[in-house]
């Protein structure tokens, strides 16, 4: 029986190499067949802002690869309401993500879900295996 | 002495900023770098902490805030630097206090 994945991601990109390598392992971890979630907590809502531009820091870009995960059947996305109304952010300012549903003819569904910090903790409550980062 | 301030840490994280604030005194400058750079943005639960720090100066590295998506989202009052300003502010000021 599958078992649920919860990814939780609380670090921004590129002052340290957290963010990177969450997705890293969680491309790796969905060819596993498993119920897998993202949470994005804290300065984590950060690793999806719009508009990323490294050049200039000589470092790669990895935010586009965020609006792959729908294709890995990653399809539950959470981000906390409260850390991006800390940060002066909305979901305006993160990519849009979508996953498609072969059940449903293809259909283009959002993959994120804006949850509360409470409705998060149930989430969390729920699964069987928490892998932070 | 005027001297120059860089942050490093988001403000959400650490109480860096605070701790720097704090120190600062007026007619210094507060570089804001890497993850430093989110304090900048407008609108944030930090932006009165910049806001009230009166006669300090605050300037954000550009290509830190370009990689990070929020060039066009930070505060007003706040210069954006690139590399050669960073540079620049060194030169300007009497000393660097790095708030690692």
């Not at chain 1, 897998?36 to 000589?58: E, M």
């Not at chain 2, 403000?11 to 007619?27: D, H």
């Not at chain 2, 007003?76 to 000021?93: C, M, R, S, W």
């Given at each position: 029986?599958?078992?649920?994945?919860?990814?939780?991601?609380?670090?921004?990109?590129?002052?340290?190499?957290?963010?990177?390598?969450?997705?890293?392992?969680?491309?790796?971890?969905?060819?596993?067949?498993?119920?897998?979630?993202?949470?994005?907590?804290?300065?984590?809502?950060?690793?999806?802002?719009?508009?990323?531009d490294?050049?200039a820091i000589?470092?790669?870009?990895?935010?586009?690869?965020?609006?792959?995960?729908?294709?890995?059947?990653?399809?539950?996305?959470?981000?906390?309401?409260?850390?991006?109304?800390?940060?002066?952010?909305?979901?305006?300012?993160?990519?849009?993500?979508?996953?498609?549903?072969?059940?449903?003819?293809?259909?283009?569904?959002?993959?994120?879900?804006?949850?509360?910090?409470?409705?998060?903790?149930?989430?969390?409550?729920?699964?069987?295996?928490?892998?932070?980062? | 002495?005027?001297?120059?301030?860089?942050?490093?840490?988001?403000?959400?994280?650490?109480?860096?900023?605070?701790?720097?604030?704090?120190?600062?005194?007026?007619?210094?400058?507060?570089?804001l770098i890497?993850?430093?750079v989110?304090?900048?943005?407008?609108?944030?639960?930090?932006?009165?902490?910049?806001?009230?720090?009166?006669?300090?100066?605050?300037c954000v590295l550009g290509p830190d805030a370009q990689a990070?998506?929020i060039e066009?989202?930070l505060?007003?009052?706040?210069k954006v630097v690139d590399y050669a300003g960073f540079?620049?502010?060194?030169?300007?000021?009497?000393?660097?206090?790095?708030?690692?």
């Amino acid at each position: 029986m599958a078992k649920k994945f919860m990814y939780v991601n609380r670090k921004p990109p590129y002052g340290t190499i957290y963010a990177l390598e969450s997705l890293e392992v969680v491309l790796i971890g969905a060819a596993f067949d498993q119920d897998v979630s993202l949470a994005f907590i804290g300065d984590g809502v950060y690793q999806l802002t719009k508009g990323q531009d490294t050049k200039a820091i000589g470092q790669k870009n990895f935010s586009p690869v965020y609006s792959a995960l729908g294709d890995y059947e990653v399809t539950k996305i959470y981000i906390e309401k409260e850390s991006l109304e800390e940060r002066g952010l909305t979901l305006d300012d993160l990519q849009h993500l979508v996953w498609e549903d072969e059940d449903e003819d293809y259909a283009e569904k959002d993959s994120i879900r804006l949850v509360s910090r409470a409705e998060l903790a149930d989430v969390l409550d729920d699964q069987d295996v928490l892998l932070s980062f | 002495m005027a001297m120059l301030h860089t942050v490093n840490e988001s403000p959400f994280e650490t109480k860096t900023l605070e701790s720097c604030i704090g120190l600062a005194k007026s007619g210094s400058t507060v570089l804001l770098i890497e993850d430093g750079v989110y304090a900048a943005t407008a609108n944030n639960s930090v932006a009165d902490m910049i806001k009230n720090a009166s006669g300090i100066n605050f300037c954000v590295l550009g290509p830190d805030a370009q990689a990070r998506g929020i060039e066009g989202k930070l505060a007003d009052g706040i210069k954006v630097v690139d590399y050669a300003g960073f540079v620049d502010l060194v030169t300007e000021h009497d000393s660097v206090q790095a708030w690692l």
